[in-house]
């Protein structure tokens, strides 16, 4: 499975922009907030790496699921990812606190955000930790100073479609591309 141009387009554009959602987990879904990843080409496949600390609950349940999924904004909802970004998983339902719509995904055993207009689910094929080599001294002081190291799951990209709803010539998703 590949993304159309368009699709890497605004994927790329809400990385780089406001962020993006990822969700995972059926039996306790979780729902996190990044701004950190990259779509590309291993084992002719087409892959995202997705970063995730060890210490969240979204790293707890994609090590035992295997899967993700990305749900990508196109309309402005920087508000959710900004909070988000400081609820844990583990103390809120943050589909419930962000008043977001979940819908059962297609091919993966998690939810979605019906609340966006592209949605990329991914099978982790490969993750690797702070064990497996090396990190810059200037990258290890600049970022994880006192934090945990960041786990980088390379997920085969297994279904990716649009909420045709969210979609139209007033999202950012049309914006971007002219």
Request: hydrophobic letters at 40%; aromatic letters at 12%.
């Amino acid at each position: 499975m590949f993304l159309t141009t368009n699709q890497r387009i605004l994927l790329n554009n809400a990385l780089r922009d406001s962020g993006i959602f990822v969700s995972c987990g059926k039996a306790k879904p979780n729902l996190m907030s990044t701004h950190w990843g990259s779509l590309g080409n291993f084992w002719n496949r087409q892959i995202f790496i997705l970063p995730v600390r060890s210490g969240k609950l979204s790293y707890e349940v994609i090590e035992s699921e295997k899967t993700f999924a990305i749900s990508v904004p196109t309309t402005d909802m920087s508000r959710e990812i900004m909070m988000c970004d400081h609820m844990s998983g583990y103390t809120v339902n943050k589909f419930d606190a962000l008043h977001l719509h979940p819908k059962r995904a297609r091919k993966i055993d998690a939810y979605v955000l019906g609340d966006c207009g592209l949605i990329i689910e991914c099978k982790v094929l490969f993750s690797c930790g702070e064990e497996f080599g090396y990190i810059d001294e200037s990258l290890k002081n600049e970022m994880y100073a006192d934090k945990a190291f960041h786990t980088m799951y390379f997920a085969e990209v297994i279904d990716c479609y649009e909420h045709k709803e969210k979609i139209n010539e007033n999202t950012i998703f049309k914006k971007r591309i002219k």
